[in-house]
């Protein structure tokens, strides 16, 4: 008897194939039999009639790495159909860590990832100095998912060098640059799945100074290649500002080093791609370049995110429109409630906005003219959220459609739900105001999905739900122009991404492949708005948003939510290294 027999579902396998109707039947957390009117009985069995069975979705690229340490759940992720995470992407994590480094570590990613420095410290329980102690640490904790860890760069630097690791414009000696290779050799035997770094003017300490890594430089990278090299196994996973560089020849630089490292450490290699609004074609050049490398036989992908890059604005988030003015500054401080009656007051709100239109005049074009000023860039977050953005169907093009100033649309709805309600507003993917590129980009050959950056932007971006949305965006609900197969959305979330990072034994549906897996209303799948929860230590706030229509997500053979509730089982663990494919 199988332990578990979905039947009368709808499979998409993870492999791009074809739908087929069929059930499938687990045993110890194993998928043995994939097909029609299976035999037999299951000792639990669920009817998939009228809905889809997935693989569960890998995400390889979240920022969990401070809330594996305390919370088991990994939500929002978990909450959309993500079984399997990595964490210590761009660079930024917490190991190695010398005990005299914790302070600078908190600060790094509460500055580069928007995660409160205040949960962090009462969060973090430091059990680990080293790499392999941090994965023997994460390793005894039950969580909902399979974690894999990169080694960051930006961490493994400070450890080696000291306070002078922090600085991007320090250059290691050559025995700094022998540890640092020979401790990645030992995180990569110990199970790191890779190793990744930072080279963006973004990446910022909360302090303001620029991340460690930013520039370092040929012999230190090359090293950490070499050492790639002798072990055999990893990926390599990294943010540049190549993808928003207006200067060819500094891109080419960034591009010929990445090339050097791939040729160099023979693994696999991935990098942030997305869409500058100052910049809206130099993803063309970024991906020419990778379908070059991989014509050359290099394993170079690029990492997209399926949606646009989205900040939330609102009262209770990191930033909104209203936020610099000195009216609001006076009452920045307030409860939410009594901020929203301040804020209600009509001279007050006379002032704010007219402080508003002058500081909009005085903005240089940018991201902070965005946040401060781009009504065109707006959408209001209704519920269901709808994730296919048009400038057309913007907050500024709304009020103009309604004679109402848009500004004070904005102004108004912000004070909406008792001041909890949330805008959206692309930061990345919609130079052109419409989801052209971002079609051009997911259809790519060479790229994974990723950039949910789940579990970091704690107040500003909440982004795990890209599984979620890309399904209804792309497949089901496409308005604006030619859709995307289900399949191959499915297969960009599950087998690819997987088999790029070495995990082998998952993301199909199939006999011998792990069982993990998802069981959908595809009618009834939404994303529910986000809101802002105090779950974190030391009373931390975080966005959380849930999701209808996963009637049940499947972890090792074992069902892990119902409905959106959490069964409490608990059966994820920690992958070291690589699977292999099954036989």
């Known amino acids: 008897m199988a332990d578990l027999i979905i039947r009368n579902g709808t499979v998409v396998d993870g492999t791009g194939a074809p739908a087929t109707p069929g059930d499938v039947a687990v045993t110890d957390g194993i998928i043995t039999e994939v097909g029609p009117d299976l035999a037999g ?116 630097r400070t450890y080696v060098m000291g306070e002078r690791g922090a600085e991007h414009t320090e250059a290691p000696t050559e025995g700094e640059i022998a540890r640092m290779a020979a401790l990645v050799e030992e995180a990569l035997a110990a199970g790191a799945m890779g190793f990744a770094t930072s080279r963006t003017e973004v990446h910022r300490t909360s302090e303001g100074t620029n991340i460690g890594t930013l520039t370092a430089g040929d012999a230190e990278l090359l090293a950490i290649a070499e050492a790639m090299r002798r072990v055999g196994t990893g990926v390599t996973q990294l943010i540049s500002d190549l993808y928003q560089t207006p200067d060819d020849e500094v891109a080419q630089r960034e591009l010929d080093l990445l090339e050097r490292f791939a040729r160099t450490s023979g693994r696999p290699l991935s990098f942030t791609m997305q869409q500058a609004y100052h910049s809206p074609e130099r993803w063309r050049f970024q991906m020419d370049w990778v379908d070059r490398m991989v014509a050359a036989g290099l394993d170079v992908k690029a990492q997209v995110g399926v949606r646009p890059i989205g900040v939330l604005l609102g009262l209770q988030a990191t930033a909104n429109p209203f936020l610099l003015t000195p009216s609001y500054g006076e009452v920045a401080g307030l409860a939410l409630p009594e901020r929203v009656a301040a804020l209600s007051d009509p001279e007050r709100r006379r002032r704010i906005l007219a402080e508003h239109a002058d500081l909009v005049a005085g903005l ?191 972890k090792s053979g074992v069902v892990t939510f119902s409905d959106g509730e959490h069964t409490g089982e608990l059966p994820g663990e920690l992958l070291r290294g690589t699977r292999p494919t099954p036989t």
Not at 108 to 123: K, N, Q, S
Not at 403 to 420: A, I, K, W
Request: overall charge negative; charged content about 20%; aromatic content about 8%.
């Open 41 to 156: 009985r299951g000792a639990r069995e669920i009817d998939a009639d009228g809905r889809l069975v997935t693989p569960g979705f890998v995400d390889i690229h979240t920022h969990f790495d401070g809330q594996v340490t305390w919370d088991p759940i990994v939500a929002p992720s978990s909450l959309h159909g993500v079984t399997t995470i990595a964490i210590g992407n761009c660079g930024v994590g917490f190991a190695p860590a010398a005990p005299d480094r914790h302070a600078w570590l908190i600060s790094l990613l509460e500055g580069v990832e928007d995660i409160p420095g205040t949960a962090l410290a009462e969060g973090l329980t430091w059990d680990w100095e080293s790499f392999p102690e941090y994965l023997d640490s994460v390793a005894a904790k039950p969580h909902t998912v399979d974690i894999g860890a990169h080694v960051p760069h930006a961490a493994l």
């Open 364 to 554: 240089e074009p940018g991201i902070l003219r965005h946040i401060v000023g781009g009504v065109d860039l707006t959408f209001e977050m209704a519920d269901p959220v709808d994730y296919e953005l048009h400038t057309d169907r913007s907050l500024g093009a709304r009020a103009r459609a309604s004679g109402v100033d848009p500004t004070e649309m904005v102004y108004d709805l912000l004070l909406e739900r008792d001041g909890e309600q949330l805008l959206y507003l692309p930061l990345f993917n919609f130079a052109h105001g419409d989801f052209g590129d971002l079609f051009e980009m997911i259809t790519a050959p060479n790229v994974l999905f990723g950039l949910s950056d789940a579990g970091a932007h704690c107040g500003a971006i909440c982004d795990a739900s890209m599984t979620t949305s890309s399904l209804v965006v792309w497949s089901r609900d496409r308005r604006d122009g030619e859709p995307v197969p289900l399949e191959r959305i499915v297969h960009g979330h599950t087998q690819r991404n997987a088999r790029h990072v070495g995990w082998l034994d998952r993301g199909v549906v199939a006999p011998g492949y792990v069982a993990d897996l998802n069981v959908i209303e595809l009618e009834s799948l939404a994303c529910h708005p986000p809101t802002i929860v105090v779950d974190l230590p030391a009373g931390g706030r975080r966005l959380m948003q849930t999701a209808e229509g996963y009637r049940h997500t499947i």
